[in-house]
Every structure is written in structure tokens, then in C-alpha cells.
């Protein structure tokens, strides 16, 4: 306080305080506040009126506080009272706790000891420690949660750094924003000639040939977006050595993160004694298109061939995209080769045509297998382009129309028309016979006819006798 403050209490000039008043600032400055006796019997009682436990306090009037207090705290307020009333310095404030009654948990209270003018009388300013206890407590709770959330992050980094070691091949790990390599494993450190700390912070490019490095990354990031498994060959910086990266993308912690698993040509087995080699070579650089789809018709994977017989730039714009939608009669050519193929396992050609979003329809075959793939049906189609010369299959003959030009001259125009409707009737039919593989539900769907108008058809045509396939 400063002196005039000291100087002003001292004058004399402050009225004396009502004891209305007083009780209303003594209770805005505390919870709580006891009148009690040098015996420590309480004589009065004042409560702040937002306090929440105003009956467990009014009830101890006349009472001793040290009947109201647990073991432990009847001890400590016994010492620190008579400390007071000794006149030992200035007391500091005790906390106590209040024990529970009615089913009350204990109230924690920290009081403060003050002399009034009454002889032996002794004021108690009581402040609630229940916030503070709960502050404490949420506080222990996030240190623990905190605690254990790094054992496990030393957990998870102590099995991340075990797999790392003990990877058979070359691992590096590169942050996509910056170019620099942030994880390494000692056989990539091997590989390299240089200490696994040299290499950690070090540009990616850098640890291979510069005449390489210019579109390195973009290389192996989209080899990683494409999905497929094809490494990407790639020479070792000041060594003449190819090595083959194959690249994963990932986010962590907000940031893309580029692992690239590392093999020698030694490493890898030879393609000649591979089928599984094998079969990759022939999907990536066969002339035919090969398209996998699931039973809903939905695109799995495709080759190059098939991306240029649509007009795709990537695999990841058909990936999902429904396959009927790229042929001519649309889920009818899709149900038609897939029932064929639920039938006998495969169908050798069906003949059809197909286009992309921009690109012009293309008359095509196509040979469909089915198989099972993790408890799933999975259709393989095979699909070849078919030229000019190598003529249409299934496709009626002429005859019917060469009738109807001999009809020119001999008969009236009525007469003609509905010859000439009748032939191309047939034809029509006999066309999406062939195409179904005598299916008739399929051929009637087909034509946009019911079943029973597409029999009544084949009566009137005569060929209701064919070997039917429904």
C-alpha cells in the first residue's frame, strides 16, 4: 500500500462498517467465513450466497470445526491454531478438508486467519478448492494421457526402426514438398557406399545419375498413382549400376511422403523363368486390349492397348468407370458375354463395337474368361480390333435381298415393300441370334422384343428349330 493509502486508513476518516455491510464483503471476498472461539468453537456463520453448499456451513453453527473436519485435517488445524494464537509471525492459510455428509463427497477449503476486535475471537476466510482440485486432477489425467501417448509413440518407432533394418532390400523415404530424404535403412546405405547419416537431409536426386534425375520424380510418382507393381529402372549416381524403385505414396502428418523399395537386377528373378513375369510383360506390351471388371461391370484394371482403342490418357480415368457404357448395346453386350461365360468358364468372340468419351465406335471381338478372385467372380476380356478385310462374324447373308431386286419390273411397289420389310426382319433377327449365341432372352431383349413376340417371329421365319442357348 502505498503511504498516502497507509495515511488515509489510519486517519481516522473511514466511517465504521455496518455489520450488514461488513457481511456482504466479507462474503464477496470468500466462500465462506467462520467466527470461532480460541477453542476453536464456531460463533458465527458466513456463507456466500452463490456458494453451492450453504447448508453443510449453516448447519455447523455452535458447533466445533474440528467435528466437521477429517482426521488428517483436525491434526494440521490444531498445530497451525495455536501457532496462531501464540503469535508465532504470521500464520500462513491451512488447507483442510470438511468431511461428507448425506451423502456429500469432502469439500476442500482453504482458510486464512484474521483477528477482529472481539476478545479471543478469530475470522476464518474460507475459499472452496473444489475448482482447483479439478483443475489438478484434469491436469494429472492430461499429463498421464500424455505419457502414455509417448510410450506408444516409442513403441511404434522402436518396431518401425526394427522392420526397417531388417528389410531385405534398400527402403528410402522422401518428403514430396522438399525433395529430401528423411528415413533410410543400412542396405540402402550399402547400396549407396555412403553412411546412413550422409544420405539422411541429402536431396533424392542427388544419389542418382543427374542425366536421370530431371523427371525422376514424376516418373515414380506416377508409377506409384497407376497402381501397378512395374519398377522403375533407374542408374546409381558415379556408379555403373541399374537399380529398380519401386515407389509408394503416402500422407502422413499432413505432408506426401515418397517410399521408394530398392532392388538389384540380381535380386529380381528372371522373367523367362516367371509366369507371373510373364503374364505382366503381356498385359503391359501385348497388341490386344485386356480389360478386367467385376461382375457389376465396373472397370478393375486396363492395359495400354485398351487406353489406346478408347482414347484414354491413364488407367486411373477408366479405374471404377462401367465397361457397358463403352459398348454399343450397353449393358446388353455386357450381360450377353458375361451369362456366356457363367455357362462354360469363357467365350471365344463376340462381335461388337466400342468407344471411349471422344473417341469414334470401333468394331471390335471379344473374348471373355471368368475366374474367382478373393471369393469374387472377376471377368478377363480380350479384346481385338477388327478390321475391314477381316469381315464380320454372325452377319447374315444376302440372299433375301437379291430376291427383292428380281421383284423390281414383276411386281407393284405394295407388294415390294413388304418383301423388302420381311427381309430385313429376318435379318435383323438372325443377326441378334448370332450375336447371343442363340441366347433368345437375350436376343429379345436385344431387339426390344417380349419372348413370346420373338418366338412368334421365328415361327413365321422359320427358325424356331435353331439349337437354342436359354
Not at 509413440?153 to 526402426?161: K, N, P, S, T
Not at 450381360?335 to 468394331?363: C, F
Amino acid at each position: 500500500m502505498t503511504p498516502r493509502g497507509t495515511k488515509y486508513w489510519k486517519s481516522g476518516d473511514i466511517p465504521l462498517i455496518g455489520p450488514d455491510i461488513l457481511g456482504h464483503i466479507l462474503t464477496a471476498v470468500a466462500d465462506v467465513g467462520l467466527v470461532i472461539s480460541d477453542t476453536g468453537k464456531i460463533l458465527s456463520v458466513l456463507v456466500n450466497p452463490a456458494f453451492g453448499d450453504r447448508g453443510r456451513f449453516e448447519a455447523l453453527d455452535g458447533s466445533d470445526v474440528a467435528d466437521s473436519l477429517n482426521s488428517e485435517s483436525r491434526i494440521k488445524f490444531a498445530k497451525r491454531l495455536a501457532a496462531f494464537l501464540t503469535g508465532e509471525g504470521d500464520v500462513r492459510p491451512i488447507e483442510v478438508n470438511h468431511t461428507g455428509t448425506g451423502g456429500r463427497r469432502e469439500l476442500p477449503v482453504r482458510y486464512s486467519f484474521h483477528r477482529i476486535g472481539t476478545a479471543g475471537a478469530i475470522l476464518l476466510l474460507g475459499r472452496d478448492l473444489r475448482p482447483v482440485a479439478e483443475m489438478q486432477q484434469q491436469l494429472v489425467s492430461a499429463q498421464m494421457a500424455l505419457e502414455r501417448d509417448y510410450e506408444a509413440h516409442r513403441d511404434y518407432e522402436m518396431r518401425f526402426r526394427v522392420l526397417l533394418d531388417n528389410a531385405p532390400g534398400g527402403v528410402l523415404m522422401m518428403t514430396m514438398q522438399t525433395g529430401l530424404v528423411t528415413e533410410a535403412n543400412p542396405a540402402a546405405a550399402d547400396l549407396f557406399g555412403k553412411p546412413r547419416d550422409v544420405i539422411l537431409g541429402q536431396p533424392m536426386l542427388a544419389l542418382f545419375d543427374a542425366r536421370q534425375g530431371a523427371n525422376l520424380i514424376d516418373r515414380l510418382t506416377t508409377q506409384a498413382l497407376s497402381g501397378t507393381l512395374a519398377p522403375v529402372p533407374v542408374d546409381l549416381k558415379g556408379r555403373e549400376q541399374t537399380v529398380l524403385l519401386r515407389p509408394t505414396i503416402f500422407r502422413a502428418a499432413g505432408e506426401r511422403i515418397l517410399l521408394c523399395h530398392i532392388e538389384t537386377r540380381e535380386t529380381v528373378e528372371p522373367s523367362g523363368d516367371s509366369l507371373d513375369q510373364n503374364l505382366r510383360g503381356l498385359y503391359a506390351q501385348g497388341p490386344d486390349s485386356i480389360v478386367f471388371a467385376g461382375a457389376d461391370g465396373d472397370i478393375l484394371s486396363a492395359n495400354d492397348s485398351f487406353l489406346n482403342l478408347i482414347g484414354a490418357a491413364h488407367d486411373v480415368s477408366v479405374r471404377g468407370q462401367p465397361l457397358p457404357d463403352m459398348l454399343q448395346r450397353g449393358f446388353v453386350d455386357f450381360k450377353v458375354m458375361t451369362e456366356n461365360a457363367n455357362q462354360t468358364g469363357r467365350l471365344r468372340a463376340y462381335a461388337t463395337r466400342i468407344a471411349g468419351d471422344y473417341g469414334s465406335p470401333r468394331d471390335v471381338e471379344v473374348a471373355v474368361t471368368r475366374f474367382q478372385a478373393d471369393h469374387a467372380p472377376v471377368y478377363a476380356f480380350v479384346i481385338r480390333e477388327v478390321g475391314a478385310g477381316d469381315g464380320g462374324r454372325g452377319e447374315p447373308r444376302d440372299d433375301g435381298l437379291g430376291s427383292v431386286k428380281e421383284l423390281v419390273g414383276s411386281a407393284t411397289l405394295k407388294d415390294i415393300v413388304s418383301e423388302t420389310t420381311n427381309v430385313v426382319e429376318k435379318m435383323c433377327i438372325e443377326t441378334a441370334i448370332a450375336l447371343t449365341m442363340n441366347n433368345r432372352v437375350a436376343a429379345a431383349e436385344m431387339l426390344g422384343l417380349s419372348r413370346q413376340s420373338l418366338y412368334v417371329k421365328l415361327r413365321k421365319f422359320g427358325l424356331i428349330d435353331r439349337e437354342t442357348n436359354d
